[in-house]
């Protein structure tokens, strides 16, 4: 079983920055990919920025020049840094994980939310 741990979120004005840091635990053999998704409320969860082992990265367009995903393949951990953040960034952000456990199974795995706020 693997657990993600999410933290980082919180309220801020426009303009402002914030980083949110989700870390993976359990039975990890290696983990292919990590993203984090947001879902706003009455919407449904897109996809914000996804990194794979190799490093690659992928943006939502709206968030392009903005937003960084990074990972620390040692720590098992994943970062979002947002910057120039605006109110329809606000969201339930979810750290979402592609794991193969040490029982070579694959499976994915979603973190419980953490939300950020952007008052203008």
């Known amino acids: 079983q693997v657990q993600l741990a999410e933290s980082g979120g919180g309220s801020v004005q426009a303009g402002g920055s914030l980083k949110l840091s989700c870390a993976a635990s359990?039975?990890?053999?290696?983990?292919?990919?990590m993203a984090w998704f947001r879902q706003a409320l009455g919407e449904q969860r897109e996809l914000v920025a996804r990194?794979?082992?190799?490093?690659?990265?992928t943006y939502a367009d709206s968030v392009k020049g903005r937003f960084t995903i990074s990972r620390d393949n040692a720590k098992n951990t994943v970062y979002l840094q947002m910057n120039s953040l605006k109110p329809e960034d606000t969201a339930v952000y979810y750290c979402?994980?592609?794991?193969?456990?040490?029982?070579?199974?694959?499976?994915?795995?979603w973190g419980q939310g953490t939300q950020v706020t952007v008052s203008s």
């Open positions: 359990g039975s990890i053999f290696r983990i292919n990919a």
């Open positions: 979402y994980a592609d794991v193969t456990a040490t029982s070579r199974a694959t499976t994915v795995y």
């Open positions: 990194i794979v082992i190799s490093g690659w990265t």
